[in-house]
């Protein structure tokens, strides 16, 4: 049986070093959790979300899934949403999608991918929506305009759950951001489509993606 020493001792050495720099850190983080961030983010093993945005652990809550979707139907994202909005009171949500996607490239390809293509139908049809949009586009390009539309539907889904909208409505501060993060680079690229109430959203999304993302230019 493997028991995962290596893991188990890259633990240890982790907490007493923690320990060694701040003798109260793990008091401290046991009291209590006030994070002001939701980060809805990919599954990709490459996009921590803490050392992206070089936070230490309980300063932001964190969900991952594949291609970082935001599904009305998906009672995972949906409940973490809820505790991170209405317990947490947390005030931004930052989607946050990378380039070089696996999800949204197997979207991409028409051939069959098994399970995971139901998951993938929503970034299927973004990618139908925008199809004269990203055919226009060098082929070395396409794919990461559609990881960035992808992450600006998942910001507008995420600004028509009934979670959001009714923070919204009782006068909570919450923001919804849409960010590409770089693998090659380590940066977050800012999408420019930050919504702080549904009234602003049909607007902030045109802009979005009427200007062209970072990596599609």
Known sequence: MTTLRNLLDNNRRWSDRIRRDDPHFF????KQQTPKYL????????????????????????????????????MNCLSVLQFAV?????????????YGCGG?????????????????REISGTLERHR???DALPEAKRHARLCELNVMQQVDNMA???????????????????????LEDGLIHDLGIDVAGIGALPGALQAAIARPGPRAT
Request: glycine content about 8%.
């Open 27 to 30: 008091e401290n983080l046991a």
């Open 39 to 74: 980060w809805i983010g990919c599954s990709d093993s490459r996009v921590p979300a803490n050392q992206i945005i070089d936070l230490p652990p309980g300063e932001v809550f964190v969900h991952r899934n594949i291609s970082n979707l935001v599904l009305h139907s998906d």
């Open 132 to 134: 004269a949009e990203i």
């Open 104 to 120: 949204v490239k197997a979207a991409m390809d028409p051939k069959p991918h098994g399970l995971i293509d139901n998951w993938l």
């Open 86 to 98: 209405d317990v947490l009171k947390v005030e931004h949500i930052m989607i946050t999608g990378h």
């Open 160 to 182: 028509h759950t009934t979670i959001v909208r009714e923070a919204w409505d009782r006068g909570q501060q919450l923001e919804v951001h849409g960010w590409c993060y770089g």
